[in-house]
């Protein structure tokens, strides 16, 4: 069973430090892995999409990694502002009929 | 550029009502259409989804219905809301064609809450 694992729930951290979200999955076959932000009701907003030959990815101060052979990926947050909070959210898809299939979110709160 | 407009934002239903949510997405032809339902602590479920006017893949069976009246408008619908209902419903559309590498754009959303 395709599956997105997301660690942690959530996270809260002070303004101007750094974090890593966790993203596992166990979707095979392995299209691509997709990063979204959620602000609080609001839809989801992608902010990077990872292939399987792509190790590193950066949008400005957000990068993320893929380790295909682990079947692991991260979100790394460099230098958080209180924009930053919202949900992450994990997205793997299988070249499967292009399923996706979606984590539950990292909830992400940046207190000054 | 394409933009997307869902409504209404909120909306609180009796038990037994009926519903109706509207999508419509401008800059665009021809989109893949997507309803979503966000439930807390869960991943965002595919409803429906739709390829082309009058065509509708449901991916779960319940107790709503999804129609694309036009090639920008998506509308999902029920004839009697139930309390299982309740929860937060998202319209996405994607490029016509291969989705691989193409991303999901979404609406704000629908809270939708059933009483």
């Known amino acids: 069973k395709n599956q997105v694992e997301q660690s942690p729930q959530s996270l809260i951290i002070l303004e101007g430090k750094n974090c890593t979200l966790q993203c596992n999955y166990t979707v095979s076959p392995f299209s691509n892995l997709r990063w979204y932000k959620q602000d609080t009701g609001r839809g989801p907003v992608s902010l990077t999409i990872m292939t399987f030959s792509e190790n590193t990815k950066s949008n400005g101060r957000y990068t993320a990694t893929l380790d295909a052979d682990t079947k692991q990926s991260s979100l790394h947050i460099t230098a958080s502002q209180l924009s930053d909070s919202a949900s992450y959210i994990c997205?793997?898809?299988?070249?499967?009929?292009?399923?996706?299939?979606f984590g539950t979110g990292t909830r992400l709160t940046i207190i000054p | 550029s394409q933009t997307i407009h869902q409504w209404p934002a909120t909306l609180v239903q009796p038990v037994g009502s009926p519903l109706s949510l509207e999508c419509t997405v401008e800059g665009t032809s021809n989109p893949n259409l997507y309803w979503y339902r966000q439930a807390a602590g869960r991943g965002l479920q595919l409803l429906f989804y739709s390829v082309g006017i009058g065509q509708i893949s449901s991916e779960v069976p319940q107790n709503l219905s999804a129609s694309r009246p036009q090639d920008r408008q998506f509308i999902l619908s029920s004839k009697k809301l139930l309390l299982s209902d309740s929860g937060f419903y998202l319209c996405a559309w994607s490029w016509e064609g291969s989705s691989y590498n193409s991303p999901l754009h979404f609406g704000n959303g629908t809270r939708l809450t059933v009483t």
């Open positions: 997205v793997v898809t299988s070249r499967n009929y292009e399923k996706l299939t």
